[in-house]
């Protein structure tokens, strides 16, 4: 059998949505995909699942074509191989649990004995094997969450998509399922591309991030690429990074909108990003003596506490995130509308090409 | 404070002049009959065969119903087509039409000189007024559109992405239908299969009309209530009664469970 690889371009108009995404994936990969709200996430899923037909590219899948409007070629869903999961387990309450599961088989024609069987199996994978019987009403969140996911893994499909599978989830129950099916997802060999806005989903689960805005990819790759060097202010914010754009002005100064930026060591080329850890940004009530070279005037506006740390949202020449102790927080007596210096060395500021 | 006992009272006077008006009736039938003749007027040779065939042509229309109204009713819950919404206006008019221009309207299109009804007796020789069949065709013709307005209404309230992910999961359209639609939508099938019986059940003004009063044959209970009330008031009123107390042990039945 040929490799089940993905080869997409997906392009189409919905609405003010124009989506024009290159997707490309491996057996095994698991792909996240992150974007803000309306930015095309969903739609792209539905194109790979066939709820809505291109309007112009393709998808091939394992080397026959999926939607190709260009020739007119066409897989309805059922004809495709696909698995969903949604932030709803939509599990069909009419059906026991074993049922759900082995609905998919029972439509590719399997008879009820060997697709219960399979049923079964999955369900035990997912630490369900006592739950076979009962109604879906009957299960917790995660439960229902996981039934949802064995149902989809249960037609062994070349791709595996999951729409926000653990957003409706409580906290506690969320980190859970999102463990379990970190375990179920390494041991699938299709490819699962999971669409979702909660950077922990994808930084624990996926080996490849996509960032999509406004219908187009703005940034691929691992997870550790993403984090070293995000490419626009949405995904450093993903990453929790400050990030700004800047002009070199020397080697080691950039120039960000009229104010100039310090670091070690600029890159060759005029556009340059900057990135700067929250944790590396100081906070003072007055301006520090002999200060680092990177110190602006800033004012407090939202402060958030997880934790023993703040983050605090500043206003200056350019907006900051700074993440400071609880203990700065009461010695600073930190309140929205305040005007601070802040602070940064030149070593904790990176700049990459843009 | 007395402008509120004031409103109050201006409330509860025709509110219960309103309960008055419905349960005055429905207590006179029960004061009028003759209880302990009971069983004879029942057993008497007017009243058994009108009971048979209410039976019989209310149970024939109810399994038309489900199977012309539900696949009917999904299609006009999922449709997108622009003319939809007409269509789901014209199976509405029979809902307000009066029985008997329905009945009129069956005679013009299934009567021995009918649009249909002409060439029907002409290439297969079948006469369908003044029949069992026509009494059936009546009551379908009014008891359709309240079975499908049900299930069309609990149809739309079902979630879509369940269509889409049964077809990711393999299910055809039909398949879905079969085994997701309908079950999920099972008290709206119930609800709407309890309307249309009873509608085919009360079925007067079309059936008169198209299918005519012959006893035995398409005198259904209503028309023989009608006809006995002149001649043999006690039989009305015992048909009545039993009338009355199916309609109320259905809507029991199915209030507990389905009917909201």
Redesign the interface.
Known sequence: MAALSLDADLRLTRGLLRLDVGLSAQPGQIMAVLGPNGSGKTTLL?TL???IRLQHGQIQVAGSVWDKPAENLWR???Q?R???V?A?H?L???LSVIDNVG??QR??GVSRAHARARARLELEALGLGDRLDVRPRELSSGQAQRVALA??LA?DPALL?LDEPLSALDPTTRAQTRADLGVRLRAFDGITILVTHDPLDALSLADRLLFIEAGRLVQEGTPQEVIARPRDAYVAHVVGLNFLRGQRVSGQEVDVGGTTVVTPEVPGGAAVCVTIAPSAVALYRARPYGSPRNTWPVTVGDIQLIGQTARVSLAGPFPLVAEVTIAAVADLRLGAGQELWATVKATEVHAYPA | MRSVRWARTGLFIPAWIGIAVLLVPMVALLLKADWAGMPDQLAKPSVVPALRLSLMTTSSTLVICALLGTPLAWLLARSTHRLTPWLRALVTVPLVLPPVVGGVALLMAYGREGVVGRTLLEVAGWSIPFTPVAVVFAETFVALPFYVLAVEGSMRGLDRRYDGLAATLGASPWRTFRTVVVPMVAPGIASGSALAWARALGEFGATITFAGNFPGRTQTAPLAVYVALESDPQAAIALSLVMLLVSIVILGLLRGRWLR
């Open positions: 539905h699942a066939g709820l309805t869903p059922e495709r696909t698995g969903l949604l709803d939509l069909f309450p009419h609905f998919g439509s590719r149902r989809a037609t998509l």
